[in-house]
């Protein structure tokens, strides 16, 4: 039997494979979506293939976090991998592009267990500094997956099939599960009776599906001006309001209000939601600018990819490593006023742009992105203690799917407004693709607008001392 240390080590590695699982994920699709989009006919239909799976991600993220909190962090991840693993296989098998978002929605659904717990397991193993370095090398994992991602994903699309970007899954899946089954073994009070929020979950389900529906078809299948738009708005406002009151009252919340009463925790979640909106926008609309405006091979969008790739987790490791050293605060600083350089580099992206411009983004973002993820997810978890843990890496792994989620609704809704009205007037294939460039182009400046909101929201953090006094406080 493996001694304690061993075990921990190799729950470790469990966990980074969970993660790398999940995490590449975004990369892998958005490198194979143009071919998708060609296979299966529904250019129209690309950002609900994202933004189902985000949508899904985000309602069960808290969902699974309390759970975890409730029922103990191994069952609910092992439910988690093996949904998302399903799912894999099933989008893997698609004939339509509605089959494909409706197994992408399961996909999402597992995600939303495997992204929370993973953090909060590695919460629990580690303490202190040692957790901080553990995140900032969990967080490079997203990095490596970035890196993996279109590599993989345009190597399967270019030489085999988009198909095996899914089937892929299985495997690596299979090895996070055994190696949790085997080697995870936590201390949790069992027989404890529970109670689950069913309404707040349904609430919060309906009132964020009602507000992805409205932003991406308005504007394309009704009139932002009319009374379907006014009613989904009303739906959102209604079901969230409601949603917000129901938390209030139930015995154990599936998002705890009294997490949204510490500053550190508000504020770190909003810098999360914010900068997660600048990747999706990246790792969706880059590779198709390259795929379908510059008319390279999926191959080539993946290898354009790969800076972001490389400069995310040596961001994301120099972070963790000295930000006890510098100070959070600062450290999540530097981090957003990257992601605002990056937003005003690909503003003012054209046509012209050589290829060491996309790769000068792709290193200002990946740095930003590390810099900026690593000290709020460490924040969040070190501003509770074990038993609200849970629930409160939830809410920031729940931000960063919130932040793709809603992104690539308005990213959507942009894109597809500018290639409408240029099909109203042309049919011309030149008219389409000049319609693209324009589209994409106008995404890309509302993300620099994003990137400057997330660094003014950075600024708010507490300082570096009102932190450790806060985590001394909860460690009592």
């Known amino acids: 039997m493996p001694d304690k240390k061993t075990n921990r080590k190799l729950v470790t590695v469990a966990m980074l494979v969970a993660i790398l699982l999940v995490a590449i994920d975004v990369t892998i699709v958005s490198t194979a979506m143009p071919k998708v989009v060609r296979d299966l006919n529904g250019l129209n239909l690309i950002s609900w293939v994202f ?109 085999i099939s988009w198909r095996w970007i899914f089937f ?128 390279k091979s999926a191959t080539s969008s993946g290898l354009t990819l790969m800076p972001m790739s490389v400069a995310w987790p040596l961001g994301a490791a120099l972070a963790g490593r000295y930000m006890y050293r510098i100070g959070s605060k600062l450290t999540a600083v530097i981090g957003t006023v990257l992601v605002s350089l990056s937003g005003i580099w690909l503003a003012a992206l054209s046509l012209a742009s050589p290829y060491w411009y996309f790769v000068g983004i792709m290193v200002v973002i990946g740095f930003g992105m590390g810099y900026a993820m690593t000290p709020t997810t460490v924040l969040v978890q070190s501003a509770v203690g074990w038993g609200m843990r849970g629930a409160a890496t939830a809410s920031n792994m729940l931000m960063r799917s919130l932040g793709q989620t809603v992104g690539i609704a308005v990213f959507g809704t942009i894109f597809n407004n500018a290639l409408s009205s240029e099909k109203t007037q042309s049919t011309s294939s030149s008219a389409v693709h000049t319609a693209m460039a324009s589209g994409i182009h106008l995404v890309f400046v509302f993300v620099f607008f994003i990137g400057i909101v997330t660094l003014i929201v950075s600024l708010l953090l507490p300082s570096h001392q009102k932190v450790i006094a806060q985590q001394k406080q909860v460690a009592n």
């Open 51 to 159: 933004a189902i799976y985000t949508l899904t991600t985000s309602v069960t993220t808290p969902i699974y976090g309390k759970l975890a909190d409730l029922f103990g962090r191994k069952k609910i991840f092992i439910i988690g991998v093996i949904l998302f693993v399903g799912g894999s296989i099933l989008s893997g098998v698609s004939q339509t592009m509605m089959q494909l978002i409706i197994f992408r929605a399961i996909q999402g659904i597992g995600a939303g267990a495997v992204m929370p717990i993973t953090f909060t397991i590695i919460g629990d193993l580690y303490p202190g500094e040692q957790r901080a370095k553990m995140q900032g090398m969990f967080s490079a994992v997203w990095g490596i997956a970035g890196l993996l991602g279109p590599l993989v994903g345009g190597f399967l699309v270019d030489q």
């Open 168 to 295: 892929i899954n299985l495997p690596v899946g299979m090895v996070s599960l055994l190696l949790i089954v085997a080697c995870f073994h936590e201390s949790f009070e069992q027989g404890k009776s529970h109670s689950i929020d069913y309404l707040g979950a349904i609430t919060f389900t309906l009132g964020l599906s009602s507000l992805l529906y409205v932003l991406l078809n308005a504007g394309q299948a009704f009139a932002w001006n009319s009374a379907p738009v006014y009613a989904l708005f009303a739906a959102f406002a209604i079901f969230m309001v409601l949603f917000g009151y129901l938390e209030t009252r139930v015995k154990e919340p599936m998002l705890p209000p009294s997490l949204f009463r510490i500053p550190v925790i508000v504020v770190s979640n909003l810098v999360t939601l914010l900068a997660s909106s600048v990747v999706i926008a990246v790792t969706v609309y880059l590779p198709i600018w390259i795929q379908t405006i510059l008319e």
